[in-house]
């Protein structure tokens, strides 16, 4: 096993400091968002990978997995990786990390990696929304690229049709308030359902359609809607820590989204966990719990170096054997609470 520095670490104080930077921006706070530090949650995180059944005779083997980054509200330490053969861990689009391995002419029939790290999350409260600043300027550059399609949400004539037929129903005029009304539109007219086929892709068409799917497909509307009527917003994907148990096996990801606001700066969102917490739905409208990592933002991601096609998103591990994608993946995620960390309940 080595142990990769690959962040440089930070005292306690370092990180708490962070969360007194979040509280100060509180000060247009409401009665519905006190005044107080982020909750903060710790777990020890293992995310173990094996690809199987390589063919004999391949030339080459190439494994992509995403290792999570560092961000104002995320803090990645004690970083180990335990596999058999040389690996790099590579900087790629939006701040994204992954490790990449390959193999030449390989003399095996399979390949194990396991990553092992430490997580400090912080719930991200957006405190601003009652009260902009001029303060907040756009990264113009940035929030191009959130105004742009992805290839499973296009923005064509019927989606600007059906975006702007929303927020003008709902009488809004600024950004915030169109924002707010795709949000409650989403909520009201998807549902999280994951019985049958076609769920998952984050396809805005298939949702629109559906009118039902996992987080993805909740998102790709928010999103795709957002977009369409000018206000950028963007897609991350990682995993929700589980809130009834201090440790076990996590079944699969989540994602979440946020958009930009002129004055405010990003405003979080999470509409699927809002669908199916209807007493939370104010709250996940300008926040993200702390029971929660990331792992990747955006989409249509190209990994480094450069994949077949490029990926929908990037949460699981993706393999390609002589430029072939595979699927014969067996992936195990598994998380312990930190001792003495807070255990946080929604």
Same mark, same amino acid.
């Given at each position: 096993m080595r142990k990769i520095k690959e962040y440089k670490a930070k005292s306690q104080l370092a990180?708490?400091?962070? @969360?007194?930077?979040?509280?100060?921006?509180s000060l247009g706070a409401t009665a519905e968002r006190p005044r107080t530090l982020p909750r903060e949650r710790a777990v020890t995180f293992t995310y173990q990978t094996v690809m199987r059944d390589i063919p004999v005779g391949a030339k080459r083997v190439s494994l992509w997995l995403p290792v999570p980054h560092d961000s104002p509200f995320q803090r990645?330490? +004690?970083? $180990?990786? *335990?596999? !058999?053969?040389?690996?790099?861990? *590579?900087? /790629?689009?939006? @701040?994204?990390?992954?490790?990449?391995? %390959?193999? #030449?002419?390989?003399?095996? +029939? %399979?390949v194990a990696v396991a990553m092992r790290f430490t997580a400090r999350r912080l719930e991200h409260i957006q405190e601003r929304l009652n009260a902009p600043s001029s303060s907040v300027l756009p990264h113009r550059q940035e929030l191009t690229r959130w105004l742009q399609p992805d290839q499973l949400v296009p923005i064509d004539g019927q989606i600007r049709q059906w975006a702007e037929k929303v927020v003008n129903q709902a009488g809004a005029k600024t950004d915030l308030a169109k924002a707010r009304a795709i949000y409650n539109h989403v909520i /009201? $007219?998807?549902?999280?359902?994951? $019985?049958? $086929?076609?769920?998952?892709?984050? +396809?805005?068409?298939? =949702?629109? +359609? =559906?009118?039902?799917?996992n987080c993805t497909d909740f998102h790709a509307v928010f999103i795709g809607?957002?977009? =369409?009527?000018?206000?950028?917003?963007?897609? /991350?994907?990682?995993? %929700? #820590?589980?809130?009834d148990r201090p440790?076990?096996?996590? !079944? @699969?990801?989540?994602?979440? /989204?946020?958009?930009?606001a002129n004055g405010i700066g990003w405003v979080p969102v999470d509409a699927s966990e809002a669908a199916r917490n209807p007493a939370r739905r104010q709250y996940f409208f300008g926040a993200h719990d702390e029971n929660r990592i990331e792992f990747s933002v955006g989409r249509d991601l190209t990994l480094y170096p450069g994949q077949t096609n490029p990926l929908n998103y990037f949460i699981y591990p993706y393999a390609e054997v002589d430029n072939e994608p595979i699927t014969t993946l067996a992936n195990h995620v598994e998380y312990r609470n930190v001792p003495g960390a807070l255990e946080s309940k929604k």
């Open positions: 990180w708490r400091l962070v @969360g007194l930077a979040v509280l100060i921006g990645i330490t +004690d970083l $180990t990786i *335990d596999c !058999s053969y040389p690996y790099q861990i *590579d900087s /790629a689009q939006y @701040g994204n990390r992954m490790l990449h391995l %390959s193999l #030449l002419n390989p003399q095996t +029939d %399979s /009201a $007219t998807v549902k999280y359902d994951k $019985t049958g $086929t076609g769920w998952g892709r984050g +396809d805005i068409y298939y =949702a629109c +359609d =559906a009118r039902r799917g809607y957002c977009r =369409a009527v000018g206000i950028p917003a963007r897609f /991350a994907i990682g995993f %929700s #820590l589980p809130t440790a076990g096996q996590i !079944s @699969g990801y989540h994602c979440w /989204a946020e958009f930009w």
